[in-house]
């Protein structure tokens, strides 16, 4: 394999695959790594084994299935791409380092495009580490990679698109969960209602459509549904037993051995928190995002982001966010000036628009409640070192000042992980604590190696780690 | 805890601690374990505690096993082979 191209795209979901091949076809040399079997990403995860499986695709829907074009068009294209790898550090002068098969090889990039996308934000409630806890994103995982589907009680619980078409999912492959715990709250209902004029412009009002119908069809089904839900505690000691709740001014208990939690998604951090990309906090994703232009243009020289990793639009508008990224990137390696891309980048531009308009009628409905951002002092917030929120509020009040000198008191953030689960919950409960706002707190510095990787890998690299 | 919507289940077999797993082509070694009825797959360092794959999607590492000798391995990001030897992890503090 070649050692030095014009770009490394990280990351097969919509915004990398369309990044990857938009530059193969105009002619560029570039590499796709990544950490999956095969292309998709998330959203189109198994885009490629689910070709097979008719019923399933059918199933999955009409927006899932639409990932098999893009797919198909990357596999056509001559973009390169090292599935099943783990990118583990970008240097600021962009080499790439990335293992596969328990060997790592570096390679030198003209630009980086980071498409690592969204995660599901952590939902740190009593009882969330317990087997048989999971998101909701990793029952989907595996319905999409798998053709699993739980085969005990199981409860659905939090808020959002993902929460509510999974749940459709599963009733079209006759495996429906026992309950919905709906956590979205009536002043979040309220305050989007007046969003809902401006959200039908452009593409939003399919989404709206849909998620209309997606609404009817649980209406009608025999799933036991609650709305407005607060106070979600699972039960258990060895496994999940049950979930208790409150919901119409009532306690309630609905016994499970699988429990799904979902609280929308928020952009994953840590490769580019690792290259020393700035970034700010977003008050109406509730989440941290990258300063990225409308190119995609991180603070990084030729660190550019695209997709949900650059702030949370869906995988349409990231499809499209690749496109300009990679069209930006030809810009920056001079294939092309800025008129040309502008051309080029014109109706890429356009899609994107229409299919952000529904956005912030979304977000402001599917806020996280205040209990997800300011768990209980009994909750663990970080869940590899085992740390509760009120031991990181004790810290706090030792004068513990951030989430990096909460490191060095408690280890939070140090273990497996690195932070990518208690990072923005650290953040935020010390924010709370110290009464300043997120940006003020910051967040943990992250470190490479992203990934675990053997002692006998780095060595064999020569052992030059950057400390960024 | 789990079935498969059809009936294939799988054609491949690998070893967690000393149990034979039948998994599918294209399984993660972490939905292989789960299709085959496990779920606590490893416990923490800190407390013993018994965790289970969390997110499916690497970000949590609650899925961390041994595969082959290789400890700190993300199970729901390896695809199952025939013939690995996947360890449960208990106990020791994770190395990175
Ligand atoms: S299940 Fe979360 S990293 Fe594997």
Redesign the pocket.
């Known amino acids: 394999m070649r050692d030095i191209w014009d770009v490394v795209v990280i990351g097969a979901g919509p915004a990398g695959l369309a990044a990857a091949t938009t530059l193969a076809e105009q002619g560029a040399s570039v590499i796709l790594f990544d950490e999956n079997l095969g292309p998709g990403g998330q959203v189109y995860r198994g885009i490629e084994q689910t070709a097979s499986h008719p019923s399933l695709r059918a199933a999955l829907g009409a927006d899932y299935a639409s990932g098999g074009a893009l797919a198909d068009r990357f596999r056509r294209s001559t973009a390169a791409y090292l599935p099943a790898s783990l990118v583990w550090q970008v240097t600021p002068d962009r080499e790439v380092w990335v293992s596969c098969d328990g060997a790592s090889t570096r390679m030198q990039a003209g630009q980086v495009i980071v498409a690592t996308g969204a995660m599901e934000r952590p939902v740190p409630v009593p009882g969330w580490t317990l087997p048989g806890v999971?998101t909701v994103g990793?029952l989907q995982t595996l319905l999409k990679s798998a053709s699993m589907v739980p085969d005990v009680p199981f409860v659905l619980t939090g808020s959002g698109p993902l929460l509510l078409l999974f749940a459709q999912q599963c009733l079209k492959v006759g495996a429906p969960p026992a309950a919905i715990l709906d956590t979205t709250t009536r002043t979040n209902a309220i305050a989007a209602a007046r969003l809902l004029p401006a959200a039908m412009k452009g593409q939003g009002w399919r989404y709206l459509l849909k998620g209309l119908a997606l609404k009817r069809a649980l209406r009608e089904s025999a799933i036991r549904q609650y709305s407005h839900v607060t106070g979600i505690r699972i039960e258990g000691t060895d496994h999940a037993t049950g979930v208790s709740f409150h919901a119409n001014g009532q306690a309630h208990r609905i016994d499970a051995a699988i429990v799904a939690l979902h609280e929308g998604v928020i952009p994953a951090q840590q490769m580019a928190r690792s290259i020393g990309c700035a970034f700010s906090w977003n008050d109406r994703q509730a989440c941290f995002v990258p300063d990225t232009d409308a190119w995609g243009n991180s603070s990084m020289p030729g660190i550019l982001i695209a997709g949900d990793g650059a702030g949370i639009g869906g995988a349409i508008a990231a499809e499209h966010s690749g496109r300009l990224t990679a069209f930006e990137a030809l810009r920056r390696l001079s294939r092309i000036d800025a008129a040309g891309r502008d051309t080029l980048a014109a109706a890429d531009l356009r899609a994107r628009n229409a299919h952000l308009a529904v956005r912030d009628f979304l977000d402001q409905l599917y806020a996280p409640p205040p209990e997800i951002l300011a768990p209980a002092d009994d909750v663990l917030v970080c869940r590899c070192e085992e740390i509760t929120a009120g031991e990181l509020r004790e810290v706090a009040r030792q004068g513990c000042q951030g989430p990096n000198q909460a490191k060095s008191f408690l280890r939070t953030g140090m273990g497996p992980?690195q932070g990518r689960l208690c990072g923005p919950i650290v953040s935020a409960v010390l924010a709370q604590a110290h009464n300043v706002g997120m940006d003020d707190i910051g967040y943990f510095r992250i470190r490479p190696p992203l990934k675990p990787i053997t002692v006998g890998e780095i060595a064999e690299m020569g052992g030059r780690l950057i400390d960024a | 805890m789990f079935r498969r919507l059809d009936a294939d289940a799988g054609d491949i077999s690998f070893r967690f601690n000393d149990t034979e797993i039948v998994a599918r082509q294209g399984d993660?070694v972490?939905a292989a374990l789960l299709a085959a009825g496990l779920c606590a797959i490893r416990a923490t360092p800190v407390t013993g505690a018994s965790r289970?794959?969390?997110?499916?999607?690497?970000?949590?590492?609650?899925?961390?096993v041994e595969i082959d000798g290789v400890g700190n391995r993300?199970?729901?990001?390896i695809p199952a082979r025939n013939g690995m030897i996947v360890r449960r992890q208990t106990g020791a503090r994770d190395l990175l």
């Open positions: 999971m990793a992980c | 993660s972490a289970a794959p969390y997110c499916m999607m690497g970000v949590c590492f609650d899925c961390l993300q199970a729901c990001l």
